[in-house]
């Protein structure tokens, strides 16, 4: 038998095809079957998702660049925002903390209301963050860009993800989402905040969808909801699709009674003089 000039390649191994146009299907499809296939490996049921800046810092990283800033004649003006707008940072990371300490203790087979970012610095770091600070499962949905995103380092190992298509990215935000908590941010976090509750408004998404924007003063500024309804493109009853807040135990109990009231949730508890296992509803 003769041996062939060249060995053929099988079609799931030929990249050149696999990133070429005809093979976009193929690429769209993988972006939604593995990310499920991680999800259910992990047992992961839904979510809790964080949007926001990209570009807000720690408060000891603000701080040290104020100092750095006045010592050396830099830009002090600007490190003096970037320590205002620290107080998102460390709201997201003590609320992320908070919601998984909270989730933890639920009753369930399976991991609930686990804390979902997009996987990169700033507020997307301190959601993942805090939720790892409470030894929670948490999880990053990264999208290729060419500056900015890079995963950051607490996301829980086998849940960064990496995405090329935003609108898979935002299917897996918007589906495996209970909850979504929409702190300061630029055009992404508009974006992202406009689409979810445009689908809540239209009725696209059906299942209880608590949001929450916090930050007044942030977005009072950014949009004015108030001359939307003025001006009659959108009804008085529309900002009731969305919390606002500047308060993370606000967030938190709004979150949280949402959650009961709709899932019916239960926690554990030892009773008195028992080692066995009980439950009680969630007040």
């Known amino acids: 038998m003769s041996e062939s000039r060249y060995r053929a390649v099988k079609a799931y191994e030929n990249l050149p095809w696999i990133h070429s146009r005809t093979a976009r299907p193929m690429r769209i499809l993988a972006?939604?079957?593995?990310?499920?296939?991680?999800?259910?490996?992990?047992?992961?049921?839904?979510t809790i998702v964080?949007?926001?800046?990209?570009?807000?810092?720690?408060?000891?990283?603000?701080?040290?660049?104020?100092?750095e800033a006045k010592a050396s004649g830099g830009d002090v003006p600007k490190a003096e925002r970037d320590l205002r707008?620290?107080?998102?940072?460390?709201?997201?990371?003590?609320?992320s903390f908070k919601l998984t300490e909270w989730a933890k203790g639920l009753e369930e087979g399976r991991q609930r209301f686990v804390i979902c970012s997009g996987g990169g610095p700033g507020i997307m770091e301190a959601a993942n963050r805090g939720a790892s600070e409470a030894d929670g499962l948490n999880i990053g949905l990264n999208i290729s860009l060419p500056f900015e995103q890079?995963?950051?380092?607490?996301?829980?190992e086998g849940l960064s993800l990496e995405f090329h298509y935003f609108f898979m990215r935002k299917f897996w935000f918007t589906y495996m989402a209970k909850a979504i908590v929409v702190m300061p941010g630029g055009f992404g976090t508009l974006d992202e905040f406009m689409e979810v509750v445009t689908l809540v408004q239209t009725l696209k998404i059906k299942k209880a969808l608590p949001i929450v924007l916090f930050g007044k003063e942030f977005w009072s500024?950014?949009?004015n909801f108030e001359?939307?309804?003025?001006?009659?493109?959108?009804?008085?009853?529309?900002?009731?699709?969305?919390f606002q807040t500047d308060s993370v135990d606000e967030a938190m109990e709004h979150l949280r009674c949402q959650a009961v009231r709709k899932y019916g949730l239960r926690k554990r508890r030892i009773p008195k003089g028992s080692?066995?296992?009980?439950?009680?509803?969630?007040?």
């Open 31 to 46: 972006e939604y079957l593995e990310p499920e296939a991680r999800f259910e490996e992990m047992k992961i049921e839904d």
């Open 50 to 67: 964080v949007f926001g800046s990209a570009r807000l810092l720690p408060r000891d990283d603000a701080e040290k660049g104020l100092e």
């Open 85 to 95: 707008m620290s107080v998102y940072y460390e709201a997201a990371r003590e609320l």
């Open 150 to 156: 890079n995963d950051n380092p607490h996301i829980t």
């Open 221 to 223: 500024k950014v949009i």
């Open 227 to 242: 001359t939307l309804i003025e001006f009659g493109t959108i009804s008085p009853d529309d900002v009731d699709l969305f």
């Open 275 to 283: 080692a066995v296992l009980g439950e009680e509803p969630l007040g």
